[in-house]
T-cell receptor, first 114, second 117 residues
Framework: AQSVTQLDSQVPVFEEAPVELRCNYSSSVSVYLFWYVQYPNQGLQLLLKYLSGSTLVESINGFEAEFNKSQTSFHLRKPSVHISDTAEYFCAVSRTSGTYKYIFGTGTRLKVLA | DTGVSQNPRHKITKRGQNVTFRCDPISEHNRLYWYRQTLGQGPEFLTYFQNEAQLEKSRLLSDRFSAERPKGSFSTLEIQRTEQGDSAMYLC???????????????FGEGSRLTVL
């Protein structure tokens, strides 16, 4: 079975500062990894995903995440955050084949302060 | 708008009553998922369908829960004899993956919030 751990339930950070949201996963088989974002009163949206190839993936709004197989991590980073990045961020994992179930972490609430 | 649609958005009910939620996925998506999310937690997997076939169910889905997707399009999630512990946001998602390889992303609806008094 797969599992996801997001150790930080809340991360406050000042605007224009860098941020890292941590995600570790556990799996005995190969996996795909995802970051979803949930803005207040909205549904979850895909932020970025790792399927294969380059271990560094980027989103259109400046976030990036790096797949580290040896450390079983997929941390999310942004060099300079904006107030509009305030949201809940969820890391998720799914197997590459055999089942299409996605397992989510408990989420990290990012609060960007002015 | 051709996103995932869920109804009703909010439901308040008394303990012991039955409730039903409906999900209309993106039209060409063959997979449909139900998740439950409680405050401070991530989405918890309940079940998923490929077309009309229910392929996997979580142990969280007790006998009081039933989900259907009769024609491979919309889906319903029914909770019978609701309990206060059923209070949560019920999320529906769909994806367009085909074949045996999982390569896609989930497209979520805005959820149906259930409050059991």
């Amino acid at each position: 079975a797969q599992s996801v751990t997001q150790l930080d339930s809340q991360v406050p950070v000042f605007e224009e500062a860098p941020v890292e949201l941590r995600c570790n996963y556990s799996s005995s088989v190969s996996v795909y990894l995802f970051w979803y974002v949930q803005y207040p009163n909205q549904g979850l949206q895909l932020l970025l995903k790792y399927l294969s190839g380059s271990t560094l993936v980027e989103s259109i709004n400046g976030f990036e995440a790096e797949f580290n197989k040896s450390q079983t991590s997929f941390h999310l980073r942004k060099p300079s955050v904006h107030i509009s990045d305030t949201a809940e961020y969820f890391c998720a994992v799914s197997r590459t084949s055999g089942t299409y179930k996605y397992i989510f972490g408990t989420g990290t609430r990012l609060k960007v302060l002015a | 708008d051709t996103g995932v649609s869920q109804n009703p958005r909010h439901k308040i009910t008394k303990r012991g009553q039955n409730v039903t939620f409906r999900c209309d996925p993106i039209s060409e998506h063959n997979r449909l998922y139900w998740y439950r999310q409680t405050l401070g937690q991530g989405p918890e997997f309940l079940t998923y369908f490929q077309n009309e076939a229910q392929l996997e169910k979580s142990r969280l889905l007790s006998d009081r829960f039933s989900a259907e997707r009769p024609k491979g399009s919309f889906s319903t999630l029914e909770i019978q004899r609701t309990e206060q512990g059923d209070s949560a946001m019920y999320l529906c998602a769909s994806s367009a993956d085909h074949g045996r390889i999982n390569t896609g992303e989930l497209f979520f609806g805005e959820g149906s919030r259930l409050t059991v008094l």
